[in-house]
Each structure stands twice: as C-alpha cells, then as structure tokens.
Nanobody
Framework: QVQLVESGGGLVQAGGSLRLSCAAS????????MGWYRQAPGNERELVAT???????TYADSVKDRFTISGDNAKNTVYLQMNSLKPEDTAIYYC???????????????WGQGTLVTVSV
C-alpha cells in the first residue's frame, strides 16, 4: 500500500513563494504520474499540475508561468514551487500519484491528506 505525505504549506503574503513537497512511501511497484490538485472552500477539487515519470508536465492555465512542478523518480517525490502567489491560490493542496497495482498493468490513484496554503492580501 502506498502512502503520500505532503509538506510545505503555510501562510504567505500575496506575491510571495512557497514550495510543497510530497513523498510516496510503502510498497511501490511503480508510479507513472504524480501531481498536485487543490480545493478551495466551496469549490471542487481542481488540477494544478502533473508530472509523468518521463518528465512531461501539465499545468492549469491559472498557474502557468507562476508554478513549477518537478520530481525525483528515485525518491518517488514530487515538488511544487509556487511563486507570485495570489489570494485566489488559497486552498488545500493535495498530492496525487497513479500507482501500479502489484505486478499487473492496472493503476490506482492514491491521495495525500492535503496541506493548507493561505495567501493573504
């Protein structure tokens, strides 16, 4: 079973920066994609950024040119560098990983517990 543990959230003023980290642990047969999603109060969870094992990245339009996702395959870790933060970036940020189920070709999504990012005016 794979667990994801996030860290790095907190309170920051608008225009500031934060770096989130997410590490996968447990019995890992393979991870093909890791990413970050966020959920603000009253809103649905939305994609922020994803990173495939091969290095392909995807970003939400709202964070392009401000956020950067990176990772370390050897450590099963993904990072999210967030710059030029805005109050509308305030949300709980969740780490996500698409993990292989045993020695099969099936994959299962795993979620972290979330880390709160608050951006003040």
């Amino acid at each position: 079973q794979v667990q994801l543990v996030e860290s790095g959230g907190g309170l920051v003023q608008a225009g500031g920066s934060l770096r989130l980290s997410c590490a996968a642990s447990g019995i890992i047969f393979g991870i093909n994609t890791m990413g970050w999603y966020r959920q603000a109060p009253g809103n649905e969870r939305e994609l922020v950024a994803t990173l495939t094992r091969g290095g392909t990245t995807t970003y939400a339009d709202s964070v392009k040119d401000r956020f950067t996702i990176s990772g370390d395959n050897a450590k099963n870790t993904v990072y999210l560098q967030m710059n030029s933060l805005k109050p509308e970036d305030t949300a709980i940020y969740y780490c996500n990983a698409n993990t292989r189920v045993g020695f099969t070709n099936r994959y299962l999504e795993v979620w972290g517990q979330g880390t709160l990012v608050t951006v003040s005016v």
